[in-house]
């Protein structure tokens, strides 16, 4: 992803491209612009204007490092259709047995929407191919950003691998935006006690580590933190 930023102070203006496609919301590099302005502007909070509302990023200074706090618009989450899911299912290769119950499939949005697949195992999230275009072509169809693709460890500790064929991407190392979906997904199903603070750990199976914090109120946006690497 790429930013394009306008005018200056506070408030920004903030549009996001990925090799194929503009996105209505990146969250990792929402995240990667709070650290930038941190860097060139000083710790503050920055009101970043997207396509789908206003996005506050809070960055402040922990030793060597910037770390910036974005908070997402109103989450929301459409279980998943049956038909749908099958479809979906059949690209990756996946079988239903192969999922967590716990977490059932679900179509998740805080800016983008993001469908949820929980894996029963972490093996089964760790071996991924796909049939990149006809995935591609589905979720054009259907307006889906990413799959969030996770296992659960613990209450606190999630693993996430994002494929992203509408953006000419195999997967995405860090996707803050669906980190954001998720985290009000399992809020407002209640599958999760509000508040609440899990880590989501993705890229790793890719050699490109990312760690999302994410911070669940009782109501209204989820926090996503990080900080990052210049390149």
């Known amino acids: 992803m790429v930013r394009q930023a306008a005018s200056a ?25 709070g650290v930038a302005l941190g860097e060139s502007d000083g710790d503050n909070t ?8 206003e996005v506050p990023v809070a960055v402040k200074t922990e030793g060597k490092f910037k770390i910036a706090a974005l908070t997402s618009i109103e989450p929301e989450y459409q279980l998943a259709e049956a038909a749908l899911l099958e479809q979906i299912l059949k690209l ?36 991924l191919s796909y049939d990149f275009d006809g995935l591609k072509q589905l979720m054009q169809a259907e307006n889906i950003t990413t799959l969030q693709l996770i296992w659960r460890e613990s209450d606190s500790v999630i693993h996430s691998r ?8 195999v997967e995405d190392p860090a996707t803050g935006a669906a980190a954001a979906a998720l985290g009000g997904y399992l809020r407002e199903a209640g599958l999760i006690q509000a508040p609440a603070h899990i880590s989501v750990h993705q890229g790793v199976v890719m050699g490109r580590p990312s ?3 994410v911070i669940i109120p009782t109501s209204g946006g989820i926090t996503i933190t990080g900080t990052a690497v210049a390149i």
């Open 92 to 127: 990756l290769g996946w079988q239903t047995d192969e999922l967590d119950p716990a977490i059932p499939p679900a179509n998740a949005y805080a800016g983008n929407w993001h469908f949820v697949i929980a894996a029963n195992s972490k093996e089964r999230l760790d071996d």
């Open 46 to 53: 920055y009101l970043l204007s997207t396509t789908v509302g």
């Open 162 to 169: 994002n494929p992203f064929p509408i953006g000419g991407v």
């Open 211 to 213: 760690l999302l914090e």
């Open 9 to 33: 102070g506070q408030k920004r203006t903030i549009r996001y491209y990925s090799p194929e496609a503009e996105v209505a919301f990146c969250g990792h590099a929402t995240i990667a612009s």
